[in-house]
């Protein structure tokens, strides 16, 4: 049995506030794509890419690697019996301005275990990610 770290996260205001009413206006942006990123060892955090609506990455858009919480609980261990799988997560513009207060606020993300055989760790907030419709 392995251990995996997860820690809380935390997707800042400053991140969110710049990808809504930023400077340089990311055109086309409708989502983003969150993914798991293997740090050192055992320790995993999310990173977003900026998506369109064909859920495809906006050329020339920067990755945002989501930190872990400074004040949280550093580290969930979640033993796993099996393999782990890492779940595709979006979240789309008008949830991240909802979820945000339109990039006044912090969005926390807590990890939590979740079991379909065999077990896998997601975000709570996060959305799995539906696949991609052909042709789009």
Do not use: W
């Not at 989502?31 to 050192?40: P, S």
């Not at 969930?76 to 990039?103: A, C, T, V």
């Not at 709570?124 to 789009?136: F, M, Y």
């Amino acid at each position: 049995m392995a251990t995996f770290n997860f820690p809380t996260l935390i997707f800042k205001k400053e991140d969110i506030y710049d990808l809504l009413h930023g400077k340089k206006k990311i055109k086309g942006f409708n989502r983003l794509g969150i993914q798991f990123y293997r740090r050192k060892g055992d320790d995993f955090t999310l990173v977003a890419q900026i998506l369109d609506k064909r859920r495809k990455k906006i050329e020339d858009s920067h990755l945002i690697f989501i930190e872990a919480h400074p004040d949280a609980i550093k580290m969930k261990n979640i033993p796993i019996d099996d393999e782990l799988i890492f779940l595709q997560h979006e979240m789309s513009k008008s949830e991240l301005k909802q979820k945000s207060d339109d990039g006044s606020k912090d969005i926390i993300l807590t990890p939590m275990p979740i079991t379909i055989n065999p077990a896998a760790v997601t975000y709570d907030q996060l959305n799995p990610c539906p696949p991609n419709q052909p042709g789009s």
